[in-house]
Nanobody, 123 residues
Framework: QVQLVDSGGGLVQAGGSLRLSCAAS????????MGWFRQAPGKEREFVSA????????YYADSVKGRCTISRDNAKNSVYLQMNSLKPEDTAVYYC????????????????WGQGTQVTVSS
């Protein structure tokens, strides 16, 4: 089992950047595909980005493609989401998530979740 702790959210102006971090504990972290999801008020949790256990492949939602970069450092048990050119519509609580096996984009397929970190983008 893996425990996840998100951090790095905050208030930023449109066009700004943030780097989210997710610290994992647990011996099998490197076996996990990791993803980032977000949930805005009144909306369902949606896929943002994901990365394979090795870090060799990454995936992005169309809404963030070209503006976000996911990465991981298995030696540090961490995964990151660099977000650039932020827009007000990016405002949401961001969650990192993990699952054993392949990357999937459905939130229900992930078994481990961080507590979430708030990202607010002002116009």
């Amino acid at each position: 089992q893996v425990q996840l702790v998100d951090s790095g959210g905050g208030l930023v102006q449109a066009g700004g950047s943030l780097r989210l971090s997710c610290a994992a504990s647990g011996r099998t972290y490197s076996d996990y595909a990791m993803g980032w999801f977000r949930q805005a008020p009144g909306k369902e949790r949606e896929f943002v980005s994901a990365i394979t256990w090795s870090g060799s492949s990454t995936y992005y939602a169309d809404s963030v493609k070209g503006r976000c970069t996911i990465s991981r450092d298995n030696a540090k048990n961490s995964v990151y989401l660099q977000m650039n050119s932020l827009k007000p519509e990016d405002t949401a609580v961001y969650y990192c998530a993990g699952r054993r096996g392949t990357v999937l984009t459905g939130a229900r397929m992930y078994t481990e979740w961080g507590q979430g970190t708030q990202v607010t983008v002002s116009s």
